[in-house]
């Protein structure tokens, strides 16, 4: 047996660790405490008597951010010239603090106490940072809206007709049940890294499925990869404090000295604990049931506002005219119709033979509105998406595209046959030509869906 | 400041009770899983050809499953573990057996330590082999000109996830490091235990994509996942004492001395074992990457015809049928991938409510082909790679050409299983001529590449030589067409005329369309020496 000396003395803290440690302190304190007035404007345009899961969503994305103005719509992302200015910013700050400090006489044990302590406090801040953010993307697969099942319309798009982007949210969206998954593994990390002895292991977990994500972005051309290194960076510093005790332990297998640093609250510790357990539950309970909710009218991706009754399905067009001139199926002629989506909700999408150019929304974004509620448009070129309205009096559909792109494609359509196989449809499209178009409802089953229908734990082909 | 008085260091020397009975149970389900128990795996790896391998070859070495006599098997569902349940069984049986026969023991460390390296080193060459096909990224294949125009909804969700991995074939490479460095570090002793949590998250997750998607290899990757989790457990103490209850902690190994006997078989082993899965491995799945990666057919297409073409006209025994989107004869596009395949879309509506008609052989011969099968990475003649073909409303043929005549003879890439379809090859029928086994004369066959030889040489191996010379009896249920095809303007317009699948004669006429597809097309393509030419 080795003899063991159980005596710690104090952590000798080099000058060199002391002014890194101080950039570091100052560098993700800035990162980390909102203390960009931003931040406050959007948290006070919040409307608290109806509040949303998108409002604790963008109040746990925070980053902050110098160069872009950003709206109060949505919280953006920052990017690497922000990380920049907080770095020069830090720098800065650690200059000042070794002044203020220089030619003061410490005893060691003092220094240890007052870096360690502040390590601590910064380890705390960065875990509940770190887990918070976590958690808001946790809720939305939990409860899988993150990525829907695709709509009709994208089930009746070409696989080519599709960013990379728009491929893996769907590719997730079939199988809600693995979104739920991997939303239970990123809960199950920010729970860890709120318990002390635990948070270097979520923090390992977490570096581990961000540096997922982080690939993915990089892999499908997603937009959020910054964000990931934002918090992959929080999570290296968490788990950096244990790091080299687990390779101690594991690898060299070495008699290894556990951590000895333990905090000292001002309140008592049952009051500490009891302030802790409250303020997690107050979180977990409100962003599970906004969630919820959001979960329970059908998401946030696509609009809820109905359309046509009983009209939602896949149309052919069996004639379509043109100037009062009938044009034969084609595949050619820019003009003419293919097959036309009326949706569940107030969209309809129409096959053409010209590509739309593609919406190339690519970040994470939950919308109250359905005007906003862009997921169905963005991402692809296959189809022209039209939101409208109903004029129920003058039988008339007020369109406009919804891909950015294309706004001034506006038009009317009266139409007739609304519930039937046969609806018909007569206006003037946006170069004021007079259109006429029949369609014909398609009874299709996808195998897509049926394929999804499925029972997994069954055995269906014996 | 306050420091734990106590220090924690586990005792090896005598092993508590139920450590031990668990440790017997544990020894014989481990040691039984960990070696091949079915005959399948001893045939294959003996009429391994060492001169001619394939990368599928070694992967196979490394694939086998506990294979319990006397069971079915099954594909789906919770019972396809069943084998894992009578070894189970038989584990505890034989471990109490243990038990009562050697009670004076007090520890069993040597066998555990070689236990571990049993479970270390079946454990890390499966992640090798795993991780080798998405480092070289083969496994999952960018999706073929004939599903870039297929509807999403035409596609069963198993081909989603894959495609998927294959659009971004960075990405695959990515997950094949993890994997591959799992299996790196499961070598090592010392390393063992990030190599198992490396393990447990990619196998966990591979997992449970196959439950989800409907894949074929839930079982197998479970297997793994048992193995790392199993691997773990020699941890726990030492980081619970160390990280939660914040002890000092002297770890407790136990290492064999080895004679120098010993030692030298231990470098042998760990050197065939270093040489098979990395220094063999690594060049034979290059050369199954850059000339037959093997989910998708590997033989070149006609370089002048590869494409995507609108269907301009189109006749049935002369008679002219307009493009409609509802004709259920009528092609409606026509793609030409750059291996020897011929997709083409056409009106087949699937029937209704078909995943709850399964045992339905008429639903069931239409899920064949419309892609529900899943075809597993085996198939090496490329008619039998049907990975890149299924999806509803397209059929896909497999072509042989005479290249002096220009002609195609065609196979149908999905088989339906039905009996009749089999007798069409002794049919008297002149319209069946098609079908009959001489269908490709020997003068055609004269001016054809063999399918041997439609790779070049560095690609071939004994395995694939070997699947081509054995008769299918699946190819007696496949449509045949034969069609002559004239390339005008280096192939911007083709006609086809000959027989369809029914004997009827047809002619058409092929526009090629310059696509723009949003999915950004990859640098890092497979089978890049077999293909050669461009894709258009």
């Known amino acids: ?462 | 400041m306050t420091v734990k008085p106590e220090s924690y260091s586990a005792d090896i020397t005598v092993w508590k009770g139920y450590q031990k009975i668990l440790f017997r149970i544990s020894f014989i389900f481990f040691i039984t899983m960990s070696i091949p128990t079915g005959v399948e795996w001893y045939n294959r790896t003996l009429a391994l050809d060492w001169f001619h391998p394939n990368y599928r070859d070694i992967y196979d070495i490394a694939r086998f499953l506990p294979d319990m006599p006397f069971i079915d098997h099954y594909q789906k569902g919770f019972k396809s573990y069943n084998d894992w349940l009578v070894l189970f069984i038989i584990a505890i049986i034989g471990g109490l057996i243990w038990t009562a026969f050697d009670r004076k023991r007090k520890e069993y460390n040597n066998l555990y330590y070689w236990l571990r390296v049993i479970v270390r080193y079946r454990a890390g060459i499966g992640m090798v082999g795993f991780g080798m096909q998405k480092v070289f990224p083969v496994q999952m294949a960018f999706p073929p000109i004939g599903i870039l125009n297929t509807p999403l909804g035409d596609i069963p969700m198993q081909k989603l996830y894959w495609w998927e991995i294959g659009i971004s074939p960075y990405y695959q490479v990515f997950t094949g490091f993890v994997e591959l460095t799992a299996g790196l570090l499961l070598f090592h002793r010392k390393t063992t235990f990030f190599g198992a949590v490396l393990l447990i998250v990619a196998l966990g997750c591979v997992n449970y994509v196959n439950i989800a998607y409907d894949g074929n290899v839930h079982v197998y990757s479970t297997y793994f996942v048992v193995f790392g989790l199993f691997l773990l457990v020699y941890y726990a103490r030492d980081l619970y004492h160390l990280q939660i209850k914040e002890q000092f902690t002297v770890p407790q190994h136990y290492y064999p001395s080895f004679s120098k006997g010993w030692k030298y078989t231990r470098i042998g082993l760990k050197s065939l074992n270093i040489f098979i899965f990395l220094i063999l491995l690594i060049p034979l799945q290059y050369l199954n990457f850059v000339y037959d990666p093997y989910n998708q057919p590997s033989a070149p297409g006609v370089a002048q015809l590869r494409g995507y073409y609108r269907v301009t006209e189109f006749k049935l025994n002369n008679k002219v049928i307009p493009f409609s989107p509802v004709d259920s004869v009528r092609w409606q596009d026509a793609a030409f991938e750059k291996w020897s395949s011929l997709s083409f879309k056409i009106n087949l509506p699937v029937p209704e409510n078909i995943a709850e008609r399964m045992p339905d052989p008429k639903v069931r011969r239409y899920v064949d082909n419309t892609g529900f099968g899943f075809n597993s990475g085996a198939p090496q003649r490329d008619i039998d790679r049907t990975y890149e073909a299924l999806a509803s409303n397209r059929r896909a043929f497999y072509y042989r050409v005479d290249t002096l005549n220009h002609v195609l003879y065609m196979q149908d890439k999905s088989t339906y299983l039905n009996a009749k379809d089999s007798l069409r090859s002794q049919s008297k029928d002149p319209r069946d001529r098609i079908y009959a086994e001489d269908w490709i004369s020997k003068d055609a066959l004269k001016n054809m590449v063999g399918e041997v030889e439609a790779i070049p040489s560095w690609g071939r191996s004994t395995r694939r030589t070997r699947a081509y010379s054995k008769k299918s009896p699946k190819d007696k249920l496949r449509d045949h067409m034969v069609l002559k095809y004239t390339a005008l303007n280096n192939g911007e317009r083709v006609i086809l005329s000959g027989l369809n699948e029914n004997s009827d004669s047809l002619y058409v006429v092929l526009e090629r369309e310059k696509k723009n597809y949003a999915i950004p097309t990859i640098k890092l393509v497979a089978g890049s020496k077999t293909y050669k030419t461009k894709e258009q």
């Open chain 1, 1 to 462: 047996m080795t003899e063991l000396s159980l005596k710690k003395p104090a952590h000798q803290w080099s000058a060199l660790e002391i002014t890194i440690f101080r950039v570091l302190f100052i560098y993700f304190m800035i990162q980390s405490v909102p203390l960009d007035w931003k931040y406050y404007r959007n948290a006070f345009a919040i409307n608290w008597a109806d509040l949303h899961y998108r409002d604790l969503f963008y109040l746990a994305r925070y980053t902050p951010q110098f160069l872009e103005p950003g709206n109060t719509l949505t919280w953006g992302i920052s990017n690497l010239g922000d990380w920049l200015i907080v770095l020069i910013t830090a720098t800065v700050g650690a200059v000042v603090w070794g002044y203020i400090e220089q030619g003061r006489e410490y005893s060691e044990r003092f220094i240890d106490e007052r870096y360690s302590g502040l390590y601590y406090v910064l380890r705390a801040v960065l875990r509940y940072r770190l887990a918070i953010a976590i958690a808001a993307y946790a809720f939305i697969k939990i409860f899988p809206m993150q990525q829907p099942y695709p709509s009709l319309s994208l089930l009746n798009t070409n696989y080519g007709e599709f960013t990379d982007w728009k491929v893996a949210s769907f590719s997730y969206g079939v199988a809600p049940s693995y979104e739920a998954l991997l939303g239970w593994v990123e809960l199950l990390s920010a729970a860890l890294l709120l318990h002390r002895k635990t948070a270097s292991i979520g923090a390992a977990f977490a570096i581990g499925y961000i540096g997922n994500v982080f690939l993915s972005n990089l892999g499908f051309s997603g937009g959020e990869a910054v964000y990931c290194l934002y918090l992959i960076s929080l999570g290296l510093v968490i788990l950096f404090y244990d790091a080299y005790r687990f390779y101690s332990l594991l690898v060299l297998a070495k008699p290894t000295a556990p951590n000895t640093f333990q905090p000292f609250f001002l309140i008592n510790n049952y009051a500490s604990r009891l302030l802790k357990a409250a303020s997690i539950l107050i979180v977990v309970v409100a962003f599970g049931y906004f969630a919820w909710a959001d979960y329970n009218h059908g998401g946030y991706q696509y609009p809820t506002t109905s359309g046509l009754p009983n009209s939602s399905g896949l149309y052919n067009v069996k004639d379509f005219k043109r100037d009062n001139t009938s044009i034969p199926y084609s595949l050619t002629d820019g003009h003419r119709w293919q097959n036309v989506v009326f949706e569940k909700w107030n969209t309809i999408s129409i096959r053409t033979n010209i590509l739309q150019k593609p919406d190339m929304h690519n970040t994470e974004d939950i919308y109250v509105n359905d005007k906003d509620r862009i997921y169905e448009s963005a991402g692809t070129t296959g189809r022209h998406f039209y939101t409208y309205t109903i004029d129920t009096i003058n039988h008339k559909l007020l369109l406009r595209n919804k891909n950015p792109n294309s706004k001034n494609d506006v038009f009317a359509l009266q139409y007739s046959g609304a519930g039937t196989d046969h609806i018909l449809l007569k206006g003037t499209d946006i170069s004021h030509h007079p259109i006429y178009v029949e369609l014909e409802k398609v009874h299709k089953t996808y195998v897509l869906d049926e394929s999804v229908k499925i029972p997994r734990y069954r055995s269906a082909f014996e």
